[in-house]
């Protein structure tokens, strides 16, 4: 276990870059992140017997970038070919769903739909769900901000692009707009370190991940932290 704690954690502690703009995945603040990528990230240094520090940010895209500039050992991300190019992922541990919202009276009711000439769709820049569209939508274009919502507003976009829990939560709170119900992807949340990591570390990371699936750490966790509509990935 003492070569993968020296390959991954090469400073002695391991430095995990989390997502604070992802409120399934993180919550609480940057000096006092909660969530279950924080319980993963202390649950691995644990196991190396390592110490952990957390990097905190307010978008996958920082999150990724801290991990790959060097800055960071280990990352929680969705898992997209955009990204795999430099990450080695483990297998998801969370299944999260992306939806749509639209304004009340849009003639917009399918994810189908919501692909057609004319229609502008608000996403997080850099986000799982803006890569997926930027590489999957055939007529809608995608408008990137820091917030899908925020775009939706400030430009009057025809569709606002999210995790299904904080776009459920802005159609609640705003009566103007409303879910079409249907997802458009379903996002896989895996763990993640650089590719130039030895086999053998890539496998613990693997294997571990695994075993807190099968064990209940991961639901546990999940429900710790009020994300119980999340799932936990076969």
Do not use: W
């Not at 904080?166 to 370190?193: K, S, Y």
């Not at 699936?213 to 999940?222: H, I, P, Q, R």
């Amino acid at each position: 276990m003492n070569s993968v704690a020296t390959d991954l954690a090469p400073t002695g502690v391991l430095r995990a870059s989390i997502n604070l703009g992802n409120p399934v995945l993180a919550q609480g603040t940057p000096s006092e992140p909660t969530g279950i990528t924080v319980d993963l990230a202390r649950e691995i240094a644990g196991r190396l017997g390592v110490g952990v520090e957390f990097l905190c940010f307010d978008a996958a895209r920082k999150s990724f970038e801290a991990m790959t500039s060097g800055a960071a050992d280990l990352c929680f991300l969705a898992i997209d070919p955009a990204r795999e190019a430099e990450v080695a992922f483990t297998a998801p541990y969370v299944v999260i769903e992306g939806v749509y919202a639209v304004p009340q009276d849009s003639p917009l009711t399918t994810v189908t739909s919501v692909d057609s000439p004319g229609v502008r769709i608000g996403v997080k820049q850099g986000s799982a769900y803006d890569l997926y569209l930027t590489r999957t939508l055939q007529h809608a274009t995608v408008v990137r901000g820091t917030d899908g919502t925020d775009a939706f507003r400030a430009e009057s976009l025809e569709a606002a692009a999210g995790i299904r829990q904080p776009i459920t939560a802005f159609v609640d709170a705003n009566p103007d707009v409303r879910l079409i119900e249907e997802r458009f992807m379903q996002i896989q949340q895996a763990v993640g370190t650089t590719k130039d990591r030895q086999p053998e570390t890539v496998q613990f990371l693997r294997d571990l991940i695994e075993e807190l699936k099968t064990n209940g750490f991961v639901a546990e966790s999940l429900k710790r932290a009020g994300q119980s509509d999340a799932t936990v990935a076969p």
